[in-house]
Every structure is written in C-alpha cells, then in structure tokens.
C-alpha cells in the first residue's frame, strides 16, 4: 500500500526520504517537493480511520499565517489523505525548554506567538482543540511555529472531536465530559501550556496527588504563588485562561493575546530601566595608550562634542505614524476623530516631527490579521516610522479616559505613556486636553496655534465636512458645498490649520476630475490669506506645492522642493520626481523616485514608482512593485486599482473585473467606474460595461473622457441616438485652453458623429507630447478609419499596437472596415470572422 501511495505521491512531484514522526491523524515523513525544490513534512491519513481528514485538512490550507506550519498540497489516494506541509527544521518545545532553558521573557514572546496563531485560527472558525507543548516547533531561526490540528473542528461543521489523540495531562473539562469543543476549550489548553511552559506544573494536579478520577474538581495551583516574581498581570491572566467554567475565562483569543502583548511592553520597559541603571554602575575602562589627552584639552573637546551633539539632536527630525483612535468602548461620534485632528495639528506643528500620511496610518490600523507587533514593525520598516503613538478613549457616564502611547523603533517598545480623565463638554475641550497630554510625551514643543472654547462651532463644522470626507461621503455633486463651508468657516476661524489641507485635498481631486481652473484660483487666494505662522508650516508648503504643480508652474513649484534640499533629501528627491512626472518626464522622475528609496525605503515611494513603471508601459515591472506594497498592506486602494489597471494592460480582463469589484463601492470615483466599464467591454460583457460608464459619468459629469467612453459603450449597445447626444456635448463644449487630449477626445466625437473633416482638422492640429502620444495613435485610427482613409488608419494602427493598446481595443464595430486588410486582420483574426 505504501509503495502505490510512494508512487502516487511521485507523480505529483513530492519525492518521500524518511519517516520523522507521527501525528495526531498519521506518519508523517519528510519528503522533498521535486519541482519547487524544498524540503516538506508529509503526513498520510487513513480515511478508514479518520473520514474527515481530508475536509479538516483543506480547512487548515486556509490558515495563512506565520507562527503555523503551512499545509502546501491535499491530495487523496486509495482511502488515503496525503498532507503536503511546510518542513520546519528545530525542536518541539517540550524538547527546547529541556535543552535551552529559555528566560521568562523568552517564554513569554513563546506564549505570544502560540496564541497569535490561535486567534489567526480562531478568525477562520478553526480550533487546535489538541495544544500541547510537543505540537508547537521552535524553528533553528527561533521561530514559533504551532503545527498537528490533528482533531481540529471547523465552525461551519457539525461534527465534534473526540478526545482519542489527547494525552490526559493535556485534556480541557471539555475534552473531559464529552461536551462540545470551540475556541474557549483551544483557551484552556493554552493556560495549561502556559503552566507547564512557566512553571512545568499542571494547575489542577499536586506532587502528591494522581490521575484517577475528575482532577478538576481539585483545587487550582494559583499562578501568583507558583512563581512570586511573575508580573501580576500574566500570573491573573493563567489563572483565568484554566477557569473549569467557560465563561469564567477570556470571551475571545484577541483579548489574550491584547493583554499578553501589553505585559511584554511592561517587561521591556523593566529591562531598559534596569539597563540603564547596570551601565550607570559599569567601572570606567581603561583607555588605550594612544587616546591619552591632557585633562585641560579633553575637557574642551568633550564640550564641543557635547554641543555638536545637541545641535544634532535639535536638528533630526522623528517620523511619527499617528494611528487613528481606538474607542475601546462605545463613545460619541467624533470623539475618535478630535482626537486625531488634535494629535495630528500639533506634531505638524512641531518642528521637531515630520507626520507620515494619514492614509498610511490608517491602512497600518486595518491589518486586523496582524498582531500589534507586526503592524508596528511594517510602519517601521515599510513606512520609515521612528515613532508610532497609538490614541486610546474609554468614556462611562460621566468621564472619558484617553491614553497615549508612544513606541519607538526599531525594537517598537514603550517609550512613553501618558493618560488622564476629562468631563467632555464640548470637543474643543477634548482637543485641547488631547493636546496637553502628546506634550507630556515630546519635545520642542514649540506649538503656537491652540483652540478655545470660543472655536466650538466652527470646529463642530469642520469635523462634520472631515468625518464625510473620510467617508467617502463628497462626491463631484457635493464638492463644490464642502469647499464654500470650508472656505466660510476659515474665513471666520483661521486657527483651524488642518481644515486648509481638507480644502487643498478636496479642490485638487475635483479639478483632476473636471478641470475647471476657478477651483485652482480659489485655493490660492485660501492660501495667500492663511495665518502667517501657518505660513512656516511643512504642510503649508506642500499645500502650495501641489498647487503649483496642478497650475503647471514650474519654476514656483521647484523652489518649494528647494526648501527640502537640507531638510529631508529623501524627501527632497520624491518632490523632484513628482515635479518631473507632472511634465511627463518619466525617465527623470524614476531616477529621483530610485534615490530617494536608496535614502528611505517607504512604500509611498515604491508606489509612485509603480505607477511610473505602469505609465512606461514596463508592466511587469510595475506588477512586481506594487505587490510588494500589496504583500504588506493588502488593502491599500492605490495598489489595488494598479493591480487592476496593469492586468487590463497584460489582457487579463477577468482578474482586473475582479480587482476593480473588491474596491469599487470603496473608493467610489468616476475613473475606477469608468475603467471597470472598459474591463467589462474588453471581456465581452458589453451591458455590465455600460451600467458602470453610467456610474462614472453620474459622478463626473463634466469629464469628456468619461463621457466619451460612455457614447462609445452606448453605441456598440446600438443606442445610436443616445450615444450621439453625447458627442456633441463634447464637441459643443468650450474649453478656453484645450489640452491635446481634450482636443483628441472631440476629434472622436466628431469622427463619431459623422463630422470626418472637422475630426481631421482637429487630429492634425494637436501639438503630442510623451503622456499623450499613446491616446493620439488610438484617436487617429478611429478618425482616419471612419473618414476612410485606411492607409493611415493602418499607421497609426500598428503604432498604437506599440505604444501598449491591447488588440481588444480594436474589437469596436467602427474598426470593421480594416478587416479587408491583411495588416489588421492578422492581428485581430477573431474580430474579423
């Protein structure tokens, strides 16, 4: 039997060397995988023995997390399920607390990560229901890796585990009475690992006592008196994780896990403490010969270093993450959100702090399936964050709690903790008192620009337009009263400096949209008349920056970037590349974008690189970039709507649909809807196309291209009339200053129309540069086909086939004339039957 499943199990390219072990379900052996070229666990399965292997074991395939053994493969084989696993190389942690005799802190990180691949577990309704210490492997890497759910249970099923695989020592009173199994029986048997990982004991079993009968109804060892020196706070917990009564343990593993990770900030800070004290107690060592100095010279040396490095200390900035509030209980709307703004205004103001992006700290906050720990190391290490502060709020009746935490790389330690109690009258009040509590935690607080009371309504205004911004509640419609409100309240309540970089975001996405210049005016004037100190801000000068660069005023926007050449050189690269990208210079910009990633590599930059990349039409190398920003942040809207642009580029049509769906009511933009449309047109699926160019043009409905796209997928619905309605709303529209894609947009309108002299007239009159010589190639194949001048047709045809326009593109019904020739028919064979 053996040799056939051998022989089986070869053919589906895993190669068996030994056998390693048994599980809870079957042997297991180690094998190599023959194609990928690495070393696998292989477990076999009798499904005479065990029926639900199989189900059970795809089940763990959906587990996807670092600190469990990953399942590869599930095959099934003559009443077999084979098992094809991650091999970890280390020992199991019976066998490593035997042999290493780990620290308490040590055993703690142990107990952390057990319990973060329980609530990974936990959240994809599957229980362990056999933890034990010889089911958890200490990798040679010092990895923690919780393997063998060899009777794990799925939530969806019905089906219960029995306790056959479970040694007595490790049973819950579940296991014990036969009574159904679920997350609270995986918490006990975490408490008793704990018990015997502290203190190798067992919390209901003495010295003295045996086996036989009901053990749990002896009484419980108390952790507090198992190992006096054990923080409080850990001793409480196992005594509450081994409670015989459920719901006398923790509800959930998260909650665990959130106060394991809160004792390992307490020992870290008893260690630096500590530190701090043994070093100040340390001998002075003997110097070597050749560093000997006269006392006099040493003194003056010592002092000048001294002050060298106080000027340093002023001069380097932190880069702080602020991550959004958490309400740790039901509070009042707004709450969170003052908190944010509070925190958010005075670290902007602060000389001594460069704030990442809120978008940033915001998709660091919803990587729910990561602990605290991993989240902060990715602000750390793919955001460049030196210090991250972390906003707490609790409120009963009458008070509310807010605490502040700031940890600080790269080890992301407490490095300070401030909390306090306020009656909240009014959000003012908590503004203000949110903002004396973040001085407590830093320095050179230089901060001028605080609220009073007197700026409750104004304030109440602006978090009303913020919280719908936020929301994604302003769209094109409601543009326009948001940025009057804003305007309105600043002219009235010039102290609230975060509602000018509301009124520049918001200004400059609708001008993106529509185009219209008033907007640009608007936001100048808003600027020129801002307060002066704010006027010293960095934000300030990005407000302006990016002004400029929507106004194309080089020259003005260049001497903004000049003022970071000796502030931030990594940031001053980014700006010089933005500045050549806005001017279609996409060689230069992704030079500069590659220097300031040299500098600090964050993912804000490796996403404009992307999109660089993307805009070269080096879609391979734009699909590699940003998924190493998706690997990191899954959820990151501008990652996800590339993703789906280049797989439209790479004529990957139903993965682009599918990356475009799981975004679209989130983002909720006429350009996603509009690209959705043409994914859907280019998969054949010509009426979901134009419900979503619908969409688009509700949003936007001034934008020609987009109402462009719709007369085009109105047409090939043969809704000629309608669709003709349309052209001449983009011919007929005046645009004082048309850019060539403007021009190219209405010379397919009037080619569309029937117009093919005006078309060729306004084709031939635009000026192309690098950004649109693609859309001129594509505009003048539909102009010169529809004018039936084939033999440019043909041209500009082949060179839009090189500027990257997938040959679905031509699948229109306007292209049917150039079927008669070999140069296109060729290439579009399958339009052409």
């Not at 055993?107 to 599957?126: E, M, N, P, W, Y």
């Not at 933890?131 to 759910?149: A, G, H, P, W």
């Not at 018990?195 to 507090?224: C, W």
């Not at 769906?661 to 054949?684: G, K, M, R």
Request: hydrophobic content about 40%; glycine content about 4%.
């Amino acid at each position: 039997m053996i040799s056939a499943l051998t022989l089986f199990i070869k053919e589906k390219g895993y190669a068996i060397e030994k056998p390693i072990g048994k599980g809870g379900m079957g042997e297991v052996y180690l094998g190599q995988d023959t194609r990928l070229k690495r070393p696998v666990a292989i477990k076999i399965c009798s499904l005479r023995s065990h029926p639900h292997s199989t189900e059970e074991a795809k089940n763990l395939a959906a587990l996807n997390h670092p600190n469990i053994v990953q399942v590869y493969d599930v095959l099934e084989h003559l009443d077999h399920t084979i098992i094809i696993m991650e091999y970890v190389s280390g020992e199991t942690l019976k066998s490593y607390l035997k042999n290493q005799h780990p620290d308490e802190r040590c055993k703690l990180d142990i107990l952390i990560g057990i319990t973060q691949a329980l609530c990974h577990a936990h959240s994809r309704g599957v229980f362990h229901c056999d933890l034990k210490s010889s089911n958890v492997v200490i990798s040679y890497q010092n990895e923690v890796k919780l393997l063998d759910f060899g009777i794990s249970v799925n939530l969806a099923s019905s089906q219960q585990s029995s306790v056959n695989y479970c040694s007595h020592l490790t049973v819950s009173p579940e296991h014990q009475s036969d009574q159904p199994l679920d997350h609270q029986t995986d918490l006990f048997c975490l408490g008793l690992l704990a018990y015997d990982l502290f203190f190798n004991r067992h919390p209901y079993v003495s010295k003295q006592s045996t086996l036989t009968g009901d053990f749990f109804n002896q009484p419980k060892l108390d952790a507090h008196s198992l190992l006096p020196l054990l923080p409080d706070a850990l001793a409480t917990l196992l005594n509450q994780l081994v409670e015989v009564k459920k719901q006398q343990r923790p509800a959930q593993c998260e909650i665990v896990l959130e106060q394991l990770q809160m004792i390992a900030q307490d020992f870290d800070m008893a260690d630096d403490s500590t530190q701090a004290m043994t070093q100040a107690m340390l001998p002075v060592q003997k110097k070597p010969k050749n560093r000997i100095l006269l006392a006099a010279f040493t003194t003056v040396i010592l002092t000048a270093i001294g002050l060298f490095f106080n000027f340093s200390a002023q001069d380097k900035k932190e880069t702080v993450l602020l991550l959004p509030t958490l309400a740790l209980n039901p509070v009042e709307a707004n709450f969170a959100l003052t908190i944010d703004d509070s925190l958010s205004q005075f670290l902007i103001q602060n000389s001594h702090y460069k704030l990442l992006p809120e978008a940033d700290a915001r998709l660091i906050a919803a990587l729910s399936d990561k602990s605290q720990q991993e989240q902060l190391a990715i602000a750390g290490n793919e955001l460049g964050a030196t210090e991250i502060i972390m906003p707490t709020i609790r409120c009963d009746k009458i008070f509310c709690q807010v605490k502040l935490k700031s940890y600080r790389g790269p080890n992301w330690y407490v490095h300070s903790e401030k909390s306090g109690q306020l009656n909240v009258e009014n959000f003012t009040s908590l503004y203000t008192f949110s903002q004396t509590l973040l001085e407590q935690i830093t320095v050179n607080n230089d901060v001028q620009n605080k609220l009073s009371s007197g700026d409750e309504q104004n304030y109440q205004q602006y978090l009303s337009i913020k919280q719908a911004f936020l929301n994604g509640e302003i769209k094109s419609d409601s543009d326009d009263k948001a940025l009057t409100q804003l305007a309105t309240l600043l002219s009235q309540n010039n102290k609230i400096y975060s509602a000018y970089s509301l009124y520049r975001e918001i200004a400059l996405n609708t001008y993106h949209i529509d185009g219209n210049p008033l907007l640009l005016t608007q936001l100048e004037a808003l600027l020129a008349a801002s307060p002066s100190h704010y006027k010293q801000s960095e934000s300030y000068l990005i407000d302006l920056y990016s002004l400029y660069l929507a106004q194309q005023d080089w020259e003005k926007a260049r001497a903004i970037i000049e003022q970071f050449k000796l502030k931030d050189l990594s940031q001053y690269y980014s700006l010089l590349g933005k500045w050549h990208y806005s001017q279609n210079q996409f060689s230069e910009a992704k030079l500069y974008y590659l220097q300031s990633l040299e500098l600090k590599p964050t993912l804000t930059l490796r996403k404009s690189l992307a999109y660089l990349y993307y805009l070269d039409n080096d879609l391979e190398q734009a699909l590699t970039e940003t998924n190493k920003v998706v690997n990191v942040l899954p959820d990151d809207l501008f990652a996800n709507q590339l993703l789906a642009d280049i797989y439209v580029g790479q004529g990957d049509y139903k993965k682009s649909i599918q990356y475009y769906l799981s975004f679209i009511e989130t983002s909720q933009t006429p350009i996603d809807y509009s690209n959705l449309s043409l994914a859907l047109w280019l998969d054949q699926q010509p009426e979901k196309a134009l419900y979503y160019a619908q969409k688009a043009l509700e949003l936007a409905p001034d934008n020609n291209g987009i109402k462009l796209n719709y007369a085009d997928l109105l047409s090939v619905n043969h809704q000629i009339e309608q669709a003709h309605i349309y052209y001449l709303q983009i011919i007929n529209k005046a645009i004082t200053q048309p850019s060539a894609r403007e021009l190219l947009e209405k010379a397919q309108a009037h080619s569309q129309v029937g117009d093919h002299m005006s078309a060729l007239k306004m084709l031939n009159s635009v000026v192309v540069n690098n950004e649109d010589k693609d859309f001129y190639f594509y505009t003048a194949t539909v102009v010169n086909t529809n004018a039936k001048q084939f033999e440019s047709a043909l041209v500009n045809f082949e060179e839009s086939l090189q500027q990257g326009y997938p040959i679905e593109w031509f699948h229109f019904p306007w292209y049917q004339p150039l079927c008669e020739f070999n140069t296109f028919n060729s290439k579009a064979s399958e339009f052409c039957k």
